[in-house]
């Protein structure tokens, strides 16, 4: 079985930061890209962030300049620096990861429970 399990939401005032992180664990060969997903109340799940195994990385506009991604590929980790936070980035934050398992000799697409931001204006 493999799992991803998130951590480091919470409050935060508008300006502040928070660091998310999401470890990857169980039968895995081999971690892919993974990312970061958001979904604000009444809105559907979007793209905030991704990077690749090789650490390429991708952003949406709306976060560019603010959010930093990055992993640690030995913890098979994946982190999202937020800085700069506003209200409108209020939502759960889902990570998720591309893992080729040896046990299946195939890759499927994994989600996190999800970690809840807050940012009050």
């Known amino acids: 079985q493999v799992q991803l399990v998130e951590s480091g939401g919470g409050l935060v005032q508008a300006g502040g930061s928070l660091r998310l992180s999401c470890a990857a664990s169980?039968?895995?060969?081999?971690?892919?890209?993974m990312g970061w997903y958001r979904q604000a109340p009444g809105k559907q799940r979007e793209l905030v962030s991704n990077?690749?195994?090789?650490?390429?990385?991708n952003y949406a506009d709306s976060v560019k300049g603010r959010f930093t991604i990055s992993r640690d590929n030995a913890k098979n980790t994946v982190y999202l620096e937020m800085n700069s936070l506003k209200p409108e980035d209020t939502a759960v934050y889902y990570c998720?990861?591309?893992?080729?398992?040896?046990?299946?000799?195939?890759?499927?697409?994994?989600w996190g429970q999800g970690t809840q931001v807050t940012v009050s204006s």
């Open positions: 169980g039968s895995i060969f081999s971690v892919n890209a």
């Open positions: 998720n990861a591309r893992i080729f398992r040896f046990s299946t000799r195939s890759e499927s697409i994994y």
């Open positions: 990077i690749t195994s090789s650490r390429n990385t």
